[in-house]
């Protein structure tokens, strides 16, 4: 397989011009597959070259080859690598609206086959062809993303793969504390006349008594006060729509998810 190591045959840390040429020969046929002309070759080369050549040396240090091959076979490298390198932030709301867009059941988690309509259009933003009828693709893009391994892509395993505004990952970290069972009942509770909304005045005490609900310990007063003075700032100081903000601080995957998956394939 292609890994770290892959084409330095004298071992002096880097490749340099035939290792470089075989190793990224097989790199486009990892990723594009093997019926690639040299026209499509040589696009596919220049923009891998002019995303991890860091000092443009021409050579691929060992340094520089890691970023790209973190797994055997990394199909979503150009596009993983040139998020974090557009220079733009995503705001927190464009990031929530392309969520919404692909998890098409608002149910909280990508399944296979939104997840599939997802990567064809990464596909498409980076123009590479890739056969998504292949299974072992889409396997390989789980494998890659779905981190904790329950057979979904999480709002926030998606996030990682966006140049997302920092303060949207604070914001993420405690998600899996709350079920998304908790949330709503604690919502509930507090909005009374069911308008789906949670007024900024609210959120303190919807925070403490969410935190309640975890099997972890609760949450300090700061750390109540910090996650409030992200979650404004993510809804840049209005109030907040319960399904965004359930998406933020609760987990929405059933614990069976995994075997269903394996039952259904």
Known sequence: GINAEYGDKDQNGFLETAELEQFLRDLTEVTLGEEVDEAEYEKFKCKIMSLIDDNQNGKLEAKELSKIIPTEENFLLVYSIQAQQMGAQLSSQDFLEI??????????????????????????????KVDLNNVTYLDTFFRTFDTDDNGVIELDEMASIFPVEEKFHNALKLRKRFTKENF??????LDKEGTGIMTVKQLPKFVSDLSKTSKQRKLTDKEISNICARLVQIFNYKDFKRTELSLILSSHCPKNIKAKRKTDA
């Open 184 to 189: 709503d009942r604690v919502f509930d509770s």
């Open 99 to 128: 969520w919404c867009h692909y998890d098409k059941d608002s149910s909280g988690y990508l399944d296979f086959t939104e997840a599939k309509d997802f990567m064809r259009d990464m596909m498409k933003v980076n123009s590479l």
